[in-house]
């Protein structure tokens, strides 16, 4: 860690100029309006505070942002998105609150929930794949307590407070970015609109032998399937490999960190994993441009939750 960026994480001016300039590289905008004709306030009580000479309205960094409504410093969070951009399986909020020194586990919790958030895909995210481009889709279950039951002894309803069996669908494109879901299904009727959706389809498909796929599959450029059953993994190029390892990824970290992830929040731990594999090393992405995507990330999401912590 260079002398800048520890400064960042220790010193609340460090930290509220840095994410000035990552916000505003290009002037201060008005979050509410638009208008670049604002003016920082002077007053000794209005640090960060700002106002547009347009619409007459204050505003900081963090309006509009994850960070609104939060009394975390802005140091914390920095420090926050950094551990959890560069931890490799994923960091628990007891451990957060650990490091960043925070009062309550609950604290800690809310923070790391809204960095999810600013983890997850804005609303400019393109399909993924294209023409040339292979995408592999396939299902896992997570939830350690009941994968090893047989079918029909299974809950037929997650467990309120842990996690029953879950299915986690991804779809990941070679040398490329991974999206996940959690879905209640895999008919086709459920798949259908998550593959229409993400996936461009000039691209190459490649799914497992799962009847749901099969109509779906027909709509993409290529369509190739890998049967499971009959020990075929790889056939040429038709393989799902680089699904499995994002899932091997997925299920070493929320079984590793995440003890009691509840069915209610399981889509935002996928949005963490989605964007730590989608900008990993291998693609030339490393810890601190990963933090700083984070970080832009923050902005034009919208606030979970009404509590203030
Ligand atoms: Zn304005």
Redo the contacts with the bound molecule.
Sequence with gaps: MTNLTAKIFHNEAAARAHIEASRWADGVA?P????LD?MKMAGKTQAGMFL?R????KFTCRTGTVMERSHIPLHKWLLALHLMASSKKGISALQLQRNLGLGSYRTAWFLAMRVREAMGLGPEAGPMGGEGKVVEADTTYVGGKEKNKHKSKRAAKPQIGGMGKQIVHTLVERDGTARSHHIPNVTGKTLRPILFTQVDRKSSLMTDTAGGYHQIGKQFARYETVDHGKDEYVRGDAYSNTVEGYFSILKRGIIGVFHSVSEAHLHRYLKEFDFRYSNRSGLGIEDTERAALALKGAEGKRLMYSQSH
């Design positions: 008005c509410h309006c638009g208008s604002t547009c347009d619409c007459r309205d």
